[in-house]
Antibody
Framework: EVQLVESGGGLVKPGGSLRLSCAASGFTFSSYSMNWVRQAPGKGLEWVSS????????YYADSVQGRFTISRDNAKNSLYLQMNSLSADDTAVYYC??????????????WGQGTLVTVPS | EIVMTQSPATLSVSPGERATLSCRASQSVSSNLAWYLQKPGQAPRLLIY???TRATGIPARFSGSGSGTEFTLTISSLQSEDFAVYYC?????????FGQGTKLEIK
């Protein structure tokens, strides 16, 4: 069974930093691109960042470019998101999400339960 | 950035009836369009990819159509578990983008 378990969320002051982690299991982690997607309270979904299976390709949304860094450790089956210079606009549930792969590359077929990041205004 | 616009924002339909949700892209995304369903307190679930292919385990009452800039999700006979928020997502160009969602509610 595919499982994605996020951790590291919490309350952080404006301008502060936080590192999210995602522990993956139930599939060959090193074969899949991975993503972070966020959802502000009561709002829609926003794709934050993507990383290819070997970390060769990395993408960021304009809203986080230069502040967030995505990384992965295939030996540990883990995905990370380093978030710096946080502001109230970054308050959201952050989902770790697996790319569908092959014919469904670019979609998300599995999601974690999400971890809440709160940055007070 | 490709902007995805969904309509309507809220759709009220009775159980057993048909629901039609729309999604428009600000530029062509070919058939690189997915639909997701999200229930309160849960993560989204993939329904449709490639504009018209149902994901694994998705019932046949869900169907997708369209290409280019205009897309439609149709639910042929609404069940109680279908009332939720639906999002479209384009994966033709980075940054991948979602629509703002359509809330499907019980009439």
């Amino acid at each position: 069974e595919v499982q994605l378990v996020e951790s590291g969320g919490g309350l952080v002051k404006p301008g502060g930093s936080l590192r999210l982690s995602c522990a993956a299991s139930g599939f060959t982690f090193s074969s899949y691109s991975m993503n972070w997607v966020r959802q502000a309270p009561g709002k829609g979904l926003e794709w934050v960042s993507s990383i290819s299976s070997s970390s060769n390709y990395i993408y960021y949304a304009d809203s986080v470019q230069g502040r967030f860094t995505i990384s992965r450790d295939n030996a540990k089956n883990s995905l990370y998101l380093q978030m710096n210079s946080l502001s109230a606009d970054d308050t959201a549930v952050y989902y770790c999400a697996r790319d569908g792969g092959r014919a469904v590359a670019g979609t998300i077929d599995y999601w974690g339960q999400g971890t809440l990041v709160t940055v007070p205004s | 950035e490709i902007v995805m616009t969904q309509s309507p924002a809220t759709l009220s339909v009775s159980p057993g009836e048909r629901a039609t949700l729309s999604c428009r892209a600000s530029q062509s995304v070919s058939s690189n369009l997915a639909w997701y369903l999200q229930k309160p307190g849960q993560a989204p679930r993939l329904l449709i990819y490639g504009a018209s292919t149902r994901a694994t385990g998705i019932p046949a009452r869900f169907s997708g159509s369209g290409s280019g800039t205009e897309f439609t999700l149709t639910i042929s006979s609404l069940q109680s578990e279908d009332f939720a928020v639906y999002y479209c997502q384009q994966y033709n160009n980075w940054p991948y983008t979602f629509g703002q969602g359509t809330k499907l509610e019980i009439k």
